[in-house]
Nanobody, 125 residues
Framework: QLQLVESGGGLVQPGGSLRLSCAAS????????IAWFRQAPGKEREGVLC????????FLADSVKGRFTISRDNAKNTVYLQMDSLKPEDTAVYYC??????????????????WGQGTQVTVSS
């Protein structure tokens, strides 16, 4: 069974950091497009950051440039989202999505085939 599991969310103060993990089972992440999306209450799911098949990174949201980075550990079959200088507006449920057939990243959530259950990130003092 193909599955993605996110972890690492929590409550953090503004300016703090968190590292989210997206672990896969049933398939390998190293040859897939993997993206992080987020959804705040009352808002649509939006793309955050993506890594493509060859390791190229694409920012799907301008608001996270300079603060978030994405990386992939093939040995652990896990993709990470490092979030620094967090702001209250980063509060959302964060999801990772995997596309099995694409080579390049997409900002459209319907182009990803598998999703995790999400992990809550709350930025508040």
């Amino acid at each position: 069974q193909l599955q993605l599991v996110e972890s690492g969310g929590g409550l953090v103060q503004p300016g703090g950091s968190l590292r989210l993990s997206c672990a896969a089972s049933g398939f390998t992440l190293d040859s897939k497009v993997i993206a992080w999306f987020r959804q705040a209450p009352g808002k649509e799911r939006e793309g955050v950051l993506c890594i493509n098949v060859s390791g190229g990174r694409t920012f799907l949201a301008d608001s996270v440039k300079g603060r978030f980075t994405i990386s992939r550990d093939n040995a652990k079959n896990t993709v990470y989202l490092q979030m620094d200088s967090l702001k209250p507006e980063d509060t959302a449920v964060y999801y990772c999505g995997a596309s099995l057939g694409r080579f390049y990243c997409s900002v459209n959530n319907w182009e990803y085939d598998y999703w995790g259950q999400g992990t809550q990130v709350t930025v508040s003092s």
